[in-house]
């Protein structure tokens, strides 16, 4: 059974830093590519990041870009988001998914419905 497991959420001030961490079981992690998206209450799942299965290749939604960092670690089985100069707009719920590779699935990576396999989700909150 595949599963990912979310963690690393917290309360931070803004400007600070937070990095969130998504552990694999039930799967081989590198035949993944992954991302990470977050949901406020009443909107739409939004794409934060996306990385290849090798780590290579990294995208960002236009509001993390040059804040939040996305990596993988595939002998670990974990994929982390680093989250520097956070403002009060970041806080809300973080998710990390999993998307089976394929050209289509990751033209659209930013899309939610590409992805395959998702985590429980994981509470960030900013505060000013």
């Known amino acids: 059974q595949v599963q990912l497991v979310a963690s690393g959420g917290g309360s931070v001030q803004a400007g600070g830093p937070l990095r969130l961490s998504c552990a694999a079981s039930g799967v081989t992690l590198s035949r993944y590519c992954m991302g990470w998206f977050r949901q406020a209450p009443g909107k739409e799942r939004e794409f934060v990041a996306a990385i290849s299965r090798s780590g290579v290749t990294t995208f960002y939604g236009n509001s993390v870009k040059g804040r939040f960092t996305i990596s993988r670690d595939n002998a670990k089985n974990t994929v982390s988001l680093q989250m520097s100069s956070l403002k009060v707009e970041d806080t809300t719920v973080y998710y990390c998914?999993?998307?089976?590779?394929?050209?289509?699935?990751?033209?659209?990576?930013?899309?939610?419905?590409?992805?395959?396999?998702w985590g429980q989700g994981t509470q960030v909150t900013v505060s000013s």
């Open positions: 998914a999993g998307m089976q590779w394929s050209l289509p699935n990751w033209d659209r990576r930013e899309e939610a419905r590409s992805y395959d396999v």
